[in-house]
């Protein structure tokens, strides 16, 4: 089991917010090999979904999962699920290569999807996800938790839909994590077609908000890398990588990922944003406040012409995707996350894995 000072295992926790009665909007879990699935079921269930059912062909992980929801039902297959009307949404955490094709299974049957990021790792998944989204009007939605599921990063996009920053011009992300100890790291970790290569895997979440906070529709990469520096018995590893991109409307973005959180660090990494804007800028410290122990997650700073102000924000915002992405649902709507934004991050991360030069050592 891996540890809770790892990523892996990050399920943050907010108030209940509902947005539908009881019983109106029932979903289910299937595939939980990734620990995100907690973090998912929290923030629906929060937003008033019912999780009714929980599919993995492995005994202990449902059994983990049913001491930490215990009202949910265990089925004996997907199909179970699939055809059991009352479900609305399939939420799964499949290993990462394996997320599109229980995504298109889940929307063929006629549910919705919400995939663990990266939502998949190639792009004849892409295209395949694009065609069943098209043919069959399901959502293939995923979740993105460094922005979606973070305070600062929810209260930061409201800051700047509402012009204290100006034009956003520039986006710089930095997403370290702890790795841990490998024994407790399932085989695909290390497997880069399973694990879709660093840049596609985590930084999936560093282009997303990129396209987010800029406001572009699209972007191009322009240069990225990969390296292996520290894990020689693990060669397919990449446990650092970087990468530079240019939206549509002239904002840039650059950002790093990396496996080498130190063990002395109170988290399970220092993730940071800094958001430069035509008339002032944020930095987010998402997860700590490096040196300031029990400082907690979620604080921001904005500099702009009225002065310089620290928010702590913890508690303060929620995490409304979790509630309009239910709505989306129920009514066919696009409020939480555009389909199209949802691919494009995806691509985007894809694109840059693809284009990474292998650093030598």
Known sequence: MVKASEGMNYAPKGKPNPVVKKGDFSFAAIALDH???????????????????????????????????????????????????????VAGAAVPSKRCALGLRAMAAGKDYFTDKC??????????????????????????????????????????????????????????????DPKTRPGWFFEKEKYGGILCDIGSHQIEQFLFYAGCKDATVVRSQVANYNHPKFPELEDFGDASLVGDNGAVNYFRVDWFTPDGLQTWGDGRTFILGTEGYIEQRKYVNVGVKGSGTDHLFLVNKKGETYYQLTGKTGFPFFGRFILDCINRTENAMTQEHCFKAAELSVRAEMKAVRIKQ
């Open 119 to 180: 939502p998949l790792t190639d792009l004849e998944q892409l295209k395949s996800a694009r065609q069943m989204a098209k043919k069959t009007g399901r959502k293939y939605m995923c979740y993105y938790s460094e922005r979606l599921h973070v305070e600062s990063a929810v209260f930061a996009g409201d800051l700047i839909a509402g012009g204290a920053i100006g034009k956003v011009i520039q986006v710089l992300g930095m997403g370290p994590h702890r790795i841990g």
């Open 35 to 89: 620990g995100h699935i907690n973090a998912m079921s929290n923030g629906l269930i929060e937003a008033g979904a019912e999780l009714k059912w929980v599919y993995d062909p492995d005994p202990k992980k449902v059994k983990a999962f049913t001491e930490l929801f215990p009202q949910v039902k265990k089925a004996r297959s997907e199909d179970e699920i699939y055809s059991d009307r009352e479900v609305k949404l």
